[in-house]
T-cell receptor, first 117, second 114 residues
Framework: DAGVTQSPTHLIKTRGQQVTLRCSPK?????VSWYQQALGQGPQFIFQYYEEEERQRGNFPDRFSGHQYPNYSSELNVNALLLGDSALYLC????????????????FGAGSRLTVL | QQQVKQSPQSLIVQKGGISIINCAYE??????FPWYQQFPGKGPALLIAIRPDVSEKKEGRFTISFNKSAKQFSLHIMDSQPGDSATYFC?????????????FGDGTTLTVKP
């Protein structure tokens, strides 16, 4: 049973560029949440996608956007990259919000490590 | 504003000892409190979780103690093993419709010496 898969695992960009990160949720999960984990810190919630719509959003600027496809896979896009965007980006999948206790159980991928130079 | 504060930042324990990590939260609306374990190069993995209607939950060597009035909860690892060496995060979320939006502590790096 495949868990959450993310790609790419590592990437290097320069300031001002744009990046797209991809995530395939765990089999049976239909909701994807994205988190940013800076070095030495806990993950911070960026946003959540369910039924191809952004359902919740954390305290991140509009430069961060996303998309969910009908097969539940998701993308995170970051425009106009800043040095401070360097971090590990984690994708977590779960059952739909409001769908019972399973909605709280997050399964994380290994992350995409973004370095902005 | 950090809503979940975790301590200590790092912890060194001898094999067979007890590891204790503490977290305090501010938002009384939180109703789900998980602990995650993260190894280098991996994403966080759910270890154990508790809801505020119970004061303690045990799964194998791992126990969560929960104090609702103090707004604190802790993870106890009994008979700590070198394989437990990892970073541990506490987290909190609230409401079934907000599920998935978790607030994390800053993590505790645990080293278990053989």
């Amino acid at each position: 049973d495949a868990g959450v898969t993310q790609s790419p695992t590592h990437l290097i960009k320069t300031r001002g560029q744009q990046v797209t990160l991809r995530c395939s949720p765990k089999s049976g999960h239909d909701t994807v949440s994205w988190y940013q984990q800076a070095l030495g810190q806990g993950p911070q919630f960026i946003f959540q996608y369910y039924e191809e719509e952004e359902r919740q959003r954390g305290n991140f600027p509009d430069r961060f956007s996303g998309h969910q496809y009908p097969n539940y896979s998701s993308e995170l896009n970051v425009n106009a990259l800043l040095l401070g965007d360097s971090a590990l980006y984690l994708c977590a999948s779960s059952l739909a919000p409001g769908g019972g206790s399973g909605a709280n159980v997050l399964t994380f991928g290994a992350g995409s490590r973004l370095t902005v130079l | 504003q950090q809503q979940v504060k975790q301590s200590p930042q790092s912890l060194i324990v001898q094999k067979g000892g007890i590891s204790i990590i503490n977290c305090a939260y501010e938002n009384t609306a939180f109703d789900y409190f998980p602990w995650y374990q993260q190894f280098p190069g991996k994403g966080p993995a759910l270890l154990i979780a508790i809801r505020p209607d119970v004061s303690e939950k045990k799964e194998g060597r791992f126990t969560i103690s929960f104090n609702k009035s103090a707004k604190q909860f802790s993870l106890h690892i009994m008979d700590s093993q070198p394989g437990d060496s990892a970073t541990y995060f506490c987290a909190a979320s609230y409401g079934n419709t907000n599920a998935g939006k978790s607030t994390f502590g800053d993590g505790t790096t645990l080293t278990v010496k053989p």
